[in-house]
């Protein structure tokens, strides 16, 4: 991706207004004379055909990224499906196909070449802002706001120099401004900003926003009395909503008769049609503060850049620092006006320590002393975003543990679906519906042929809770089969079949067996040695002859393919399916528990058994199934299905409803859309390198395994004696953390660091990630260095 300054650094593009013509009419049809437009950083062209249609061509930037192009285009189509008669600029495709053809210059530069519409108006700037224009400006963005709320596009996060949540850094580009009153004025609020409001905005909510609601780009009637159009959306950007906001009103600002009463009026009918959040008007003076500094730091620095290409907006300078001026005069009459219920920012600012303390007195007294939390100073959460958390404290954390947000937190794809589902119906299986059939279909292509009849639940622990019920219905048998260090859930029957949990009771214990975990590192034999698969599989043999000397036969044998809770361990080749071929033989069946290892997350391979070459009687799914909305699934065979219908009816009240399969769907199809099990084994490939790499020079890593996005790191004082390192483990867990980086810890030894992120998990952060953990484990290994 180019850097920031790469666009605004590089002339824009030099074509005549005879290419303009040629452009139009050989690239996308159109037939029309061209006059130039002004433009900051493209080039964009007027054309009229001779039937009066009217069209923008707008040649890009040849530094411009491509997906920055896409992610314009992708918004303006979202609203035309939106909010249809909203007055935006239309796309349209060229003669290719596609909504942004590629132009070469005769100097070899790159353009992607776009027709708009072209909107008629007159620019806010050129007409008097009267109190009735900004209230129609407030109700007109916060419509947008509202068409944009479900939008979002991999290039929305880019790195743009007007986000203002990047604002700290334009203090720098302040150097070239020559009056010292407003340097030291704008300076003054970018430290304010940097201090007191940047570490705030990670807790408002955001979305894709125009950014730009200028004097330029925001077209009114003659009469100046009402939007007729926004154009310009080259400034788009995943922010703050209140940015928009805030934008508008510096605006407004710079020119109005009564700035503070034309801020009030856009506000007010921002209001209108959609309410500010308390938190978000407490912030709104300092935001339009912000941006005027910031333009005043980018005016500056671009004037002496380019001065005779960027002279409107040097024209701007002396508006714009008056109006900064204004506002740092007027600062409480204008917060007064601005509806800011607190007083004072100060006032407002969320007190992290206290307020933190407070909660955790109301948890230990409304939820209990069992529900622990990770971390010595647990982490208050209030947003997330793809692979990033936020926190109370104003920090980004880069989630590295979160399996359940598989395609990233908060997909927007999967938000809309439920949001859609959820307002059209939703109701139980004991109804007729179809997004439940879509979803069985879709699931069980993904499965070997015979898995084929799905049972829909809530959690993974009733998933297994029903296997276990199926599979004694279908045997007839009451033993069972588990590994060591595993987990299966929290209900009674899931619980007995946990050995990791303490409330495993004396009386189904005795009809469970526990195989030792194929532990390829502290094991009875280690890696290399031959014939392991069948050595191990002896365990099954002994666990199976117990049973009989009891008096009883196997109804099943669970197992997570990557053995997650036993410390994420790889079996041997031949292993799984010599216990397979074991259970078989008694009489029972094989569960594969994919809660953790399914859809996607091994890398390769869609279901965690593949990667033993087995097929299982019934696979059982949950967590990551619906990105976080409660769905869990049992797949098995239809003999297994009609064995169990024998024993009666089976009904889950929410299992399978409408909008649990629709946030279903969209998991799936954000999969398949972003290449997610590629990246899995890519970025996992790039993260397990990296993790090896590490152990050659710090001897706390004794060994590294997984598959995909999925790795266990673990953690040793002594490499010879293996003897495992439970304390330094959480230490560089808590470190990690501190440097904004979560994992988490698992294990028998609890000395296994635990890193399964969201699939949306990009190089970049596997970068970031093994940076972090080289930090962690160096500290610790310097704070406790060896026994001897
Ligand atoms: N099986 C496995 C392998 C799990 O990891 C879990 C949850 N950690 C469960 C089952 C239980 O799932 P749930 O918490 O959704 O009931």
Not at 284 to 311: C, K, S
Not at 514 to 527: E, F, Q, V
């Amino acid at each position: 991706m180019p850097g920031v300054d790469d666009v605004l650094d590089t002339p824009p593009p030099a074509f005549s207004a005879a290419d303009a013509v040629r452009v139009a009419a050989e690239l996308f049809g159109f037939e029309a004379e061209a006059s130039p437009l002004p433009s900051e950083r493209d080039q964009n062209f007027r054309l009229r055909a001779d039937d009066g249609r009217e069209r923008v061509l707008k040649l890009a930037n040849p530094a411009e990224d491509p997906a920055t192009l896409d992610f314009q285009i992708r918004a303006l189509l979202h609203l035309e499906r939106t909010t249809p008669d909203l007055p935006v600029p239309r796309v349209f495709a060229a003669r290719s196909g596609a909504f942004c053809a590629e132009l070469r210059a005769p100097d070899e530069r790159r353009h992607g070449v776009r027709l708009f519409s072209f909107l008629a108006g007159k620019p806010l700037a050129e007409s008097p802002r009267d109190a009735g224009i900004c209230a129609d400006l407030g109700a007109f963005l916060a419509r947008l706001g509202q068409g944009l709320r479900g939008f979002f596009h991999p290039a929305a996060r880019g790195d743009l120099l007007w986000d203002l949540s990047q604002a700290a850094r334009m203090r720098e580009r302040l150097g070239h401004l020559e009056d010292a009153d407003t340097h030291g004025l704008a300076r003054r609020w970018l430290e304010h900003f940097e201090q007191r409001v940047a570490p705030r905005l990670p807790g408002l909510r955001a979305q894709v926003i125009h950014n730009d609601a200028s004097g330029s780009n925001v077209l009114v009637d003659p009469r100046g009395e009402r939007v007729v159009g926004l154009i310009d959306f080259g400034d788009l950007v995943h922010a703050p909503l209140l940015q928009e906001v805030a934008v508008a009103v510096s605006e407004v600002m710079l020119f109005a008769p009564d700035p503070v009463a034309a801020a009030a009026e856009l506000v007010a009918g921002y209001e209108a049609v959609e309410p500010l959040r308390d938190e978000e008007r407490s912030l709104l003076v300092d935001l339009v503060a912000t941006r005027l500094a910031v333009a005043i730091a980018i005016a500056a620095w671009r004037g002496a850049r380019f001065p005779e290409n960027y002279a409107y907006i040097a024209g701007d300078a002396q508006a714009l620092k008056a109006a900064l001026a204004r506002v740092d005069a007027n600062e409480a009459a204008l917060r007064a006006a601005l509806g800011e219920r607190t007083g004072s920012a100060a006032a407002s600012r969320a007190a992290a320590g206290p307020e933190l303390d407070r909660l955790l007195a109301q948890r230990m007294r409304l939820l209990g002393p069992t529900v622990s939390h990770f971390y010595e100073k647990p982490l208050h959460l209030v947003r997330g975003r793809g692979a990033w958390l936020f926190g109370a404290d104003g920090r980004a954390y880069l989630d590295a543990y979160n399996n359940v947000p598989h395609v990233g937190h908060c997909h927007p794809r999967v938000v809309e679906a439920i949001a859609r589902q959820a307002s059209r119906l939703d109701t139980n299986t004991r109804y007729v519906t179809e997004a439940v059939l879509d979803y069985a279909e879709r699931l069980t292509a993904t499965l070997p042929a015979g898995l084929e009849v799905c049972f829909f639940v809530c959690s993974g622990s009733e998933a297994n809770d029903l296997a276990w019920r199926l599979a004694r219905a279908h045997t007839g048998n009451s033993g069972a089969l588990v590994v060591a260090g595993a987990y299966h859930g929290s209900t009674a029957a899931a619980s007995d079949l946990s050995p990791t949990e303490p409330s495993a009771s004396a009386e189904t214990a005795a009809q469970v067996r526990i195989l030792p975990a194929p532990d390829a590192y502290r094991g009875s034999w280690r890696r290399g040695e031959r014939d392991r698969g069948h050595r191990d599989a002896a365990g099954a043999e002994a666990a199976l002859a117990s049973l009989a000397r009891a008096g009883l036969a196997p109804a099943a044998f669970f197992v997570d393919p990557l053995f997650t809770s036993s410390g994420i361990l790889v079996a041997p080749p031949g292993w799984l399916a010599e216990v397979f071929r074991a259970v078989r033989e008694a009489g029972g069946l094989c569960v594969a528990d994919e809660v953790q290892t399914g859809f996607g997350r091994t890398g390769d391979r869609f279901w965690g058994f593949e990667m033993h070459g087995v097929v299982p009687d019934l696979v059982t799914l949950g967590k990551p199934i619906a990105n976080g909305y409660p769905m869990a699934a049992v797949v098995t065979r239809p003999e297994i299905a009609r064995s169990f219908a024998r024993t009666g009816d089976f009904f889950s009240t929410f299992g399978g409803s409408p909008v649990a399969c629709a946030a279903a769907l969209a998991v799936l199809d954000v999969m398949e859309c972003e290449g997610l099990r590629e990246n899995a084994r890519r970025v996992g490939a790039r993260l397990r390198a990296g993790c090896e790499a590490l152990a050659a020079h710090r001897k706390l890593v004794g060994d590294v395994r997984g598959a995909g996005l999925f790795l266990g790191v673990e953690l040793v004082r002594d490499r010879e004696t293996r003897d495992p390192a439970p304390g330094e483990t959480r230490a560089v867990v808590e470190r990690l953390r501190e440097a904004g980086v979560l994992v988490g810890i698992e294990g028998p030894l609890r000395n296994v660091v635990k890193i399964r992120p969201p699939l949306v998990f990009s190089a970049a952060d596997a970068d970031r990630l093994l940076e972090a953990l080289d930090a962690a484990l160096a500290a610790v290994e310097r704070e406790r260095p060896d026994p001897e």
